[in-house]
């Protein structure tokens, strides 16, 4: 719901969200602006990337409907299972990161959770301090937050874990064929691979996972999840990708029922809030046949550039193997083998992943 007291830009974005024409005169009488206030407000969205169509006389609409995102109707659409264990639930307009934010907030009780989203993230953050392109009102970007009291078994796992719990949540809502390309990324794979459930096609990102932990001396630990969607993919975002990733697509190509943004982000929460639930308790067991099942780098070229020392190989920072994908261990570490056959397991603190192209 909003506010009287919103920015302009919020209140005029929620009008149009609907995809219907509304008049410079309508739009300023239900803020109680000028209609100068109101065009300029129009401006701003434009530039953060919203393509809104004006007519002469008839006034602006939305060219991609979509649903702004309501704390509300969330909450509403949460299970009753997930609602009783939240401590906050919050929807904010403009942020510069919702995982800076939950971090920088006193961590909820042991087994509770904080829900923050964000309609524009300004700096929103990927794994190894990349930048994550979110594009308003055809993206996701939500975080999680939540203590464990003791520390999770298999804990480097958890990014796998909250790939199943995201993963799930797609499907509960129309996706098929995202896979997951280990650690941290959603993905699609190029048609027909696409279409029928192989991983056989060139990948393209749809989707991003960020967890970090932070624990007290003697205190319990924090952990806030940050998740990113691509729901659509206009071509600002796709031109905004760096050098040598990924390149960007979204979740609607794989039948994601992207309309209803609010009923997505439910499902995410659900899922992740239920799924880490279970790793608290048990573990990376429960996930990690469906992990393997997603995988996208199964039996794929890769390579591996390594980019940071670890104590047992102080000198292989910046080195860069070859070799093939052999999916995961029981722990979650990448199984690797390289170019001489030789097999090894990669943690993800260790190593970024790239896939090998011709």
Known sequence: MVTAGAPLAQRVFVALADGTEHSGAALAERAGVTRSAVWKAIESLRAEGLTIEGATNRGYRLASPTEALDAVVL???LSPSTRVRLRN?????????????????????????????????????????????????????????????????????ATLVVGVCVLRALRRRGGHGVALKWPNDLVLAEVPGLMDGSMDGALSKAGGILVEL?????????????????????AAIAQAIEPGALPATALVVAG???????????????????????????????????????????????????????SASPDRAGSVREGHARGIDPAG???????????SAVSSGEVSVREQRP
């Open 256 to 310: 994601v029922e992207v309309a209803s943004r609010n009923a997505l982000a439910a499902a995410v929460v659900d899922e992740c809030v239920s799924g880490l639930a279970t790793f608290a308790e048990r573990g990376f067991a429960p996930f990690r046949d469906e992990w393997r099942a997603a995988d996208a780098l199964l039996g794929r070229a890769v390579r591996i550039t390594t980019v940071g020392a670890s």
């Open 333 to 343: 570490a990448l199984l690797f083998e390289s170019t001489d056959g030789a097999c």
């Open 214 to 234: 932070r624990v007290e001396a003697g205190g319990c630990a924090q952990m806030v999840v940050g998740i990113g969607l691509n729901l659509r993919c206009p």
């Open 89 to 157: 639930l919050a929807v904010v307009w403009e942020i510069d990161s919702t995982n800076a934010a939950l971090l920088a907030s006193p961590p909820p009780p042991v087994g509770a959770w904080d829900v923050l989203l964000a309609e524009n993230q300004r700096q929103g953050r990927g794994r190894r301090g990349r930048a994550w392109r979110a594009s308003l009102g055809d993206s996701l970007c939500l975080s999680l937050g939540t203590a464990f009291e003791p520390l999770p078994q298999d804990l480097p796992a």
């Open 75 to 77: 909450r509403a659409a």
